[in-house]
Structures are given as C-alpha cells and as structure tokens.
Nanobody, 126 residues
Framework: QVQLVESGGGLVQAGGSLRLSCAAS????????MGWFRQAPGKEREFVGA????????TYADSVKGRFTISRDNAKIAVYLQMNSLKPEDTAVYYC???????????????????WGQGTQVTVSS
C-alpha cells in the first residue's frame, strides 16, 4: 500500500487561503486516484474532491466548488489541495486518500479508498 502524509494545515482567518500537501511513499503515486476528505468534530467524514491518475479530471463537493483546487505532481509523488476564500465551516481535519479505482462522484464514497493519511487540522476563524 501507499503511505500518505498530509501537511500544511493551520489557523487562518475567514477569507484566507491555505495549501495542503499530501506526500506519498511506498508505491507509484500515478497508480492511484487521489481524494481529499475532511471531518469536523461530531460529524461524519465528508468528501472534498478527487483527482484522476493523470490529473486531467477533478471532481469537487458542491460546498467547495470554485474555492478549492486539487492538483498532483506524480514526479514529486505529491497531491495538493489549494483552499481559497476559506469559511469557518471549512474547519476540520483534512485527509488525503488513495484509491485504485473510482470515478467522478463515485469517489465521494470513503470506502473506495484503501490508504489514508493521518490528517492535518485546518481551523478558520471568523
């Protein structure tokens, strides 16, 4: 399995930006569809978005569409989540995850992903 480590979380004011990184090791990153999820206290894990193996197609949850952008660099074996116009409701622990296969909003199902990082905390103050 691929090992994943997220970084880049922190405290930011509403309207600000953060860029999360997900570093991979153990397997070739280009084998995997990569996803980002988040989990706020007391809530279920929520799909944020996903990117295909080549990086050519991305899918986003409606709640982040137009504000968040997922990209990947298979040569650097990393995936990124650029978050702009952050809102207090974006506060959560953010996780990256790897799936051998999913497509479009089928990637919104966490069970499609076999490997997960440990998460990084994002806190947006109002």
């Amino acid at each position: 399995q691929v090992q994943l480590v997220e970084s880049g979380g922190g405290l930011v004011q509403a309207g600000g930006s953060l860029r999360l990184s997900c570093a991979a090791s153990g397997r070739t990153l280009s084998w995997y569809v990569m996803g980002w999820f988040r989990q706020a206290p007391g809530k279920e894990r929520e799909f944020v978005g996903a990117i295909t193996r080549s990086g050519g197609t991305t899918t986003y949850a409606d709640s982040v569409k137009g504000r968040f952008t997922i990209s990947r660099d298979n040569a650097k074996i990393a995936v990124y989540l650029q978050m702009n116009s952050l809102k207090p409701e974006d506060t959560a622990v953010y996780y990256c995850a790897a799936a051998t296969y999913c497509s479009g909003y089928g990637c919104a199902d966490p069970t499609a992903f076999r490997s997960w990082g440990q998460g990084t905390q994002v806190t947006v103050s109002s």
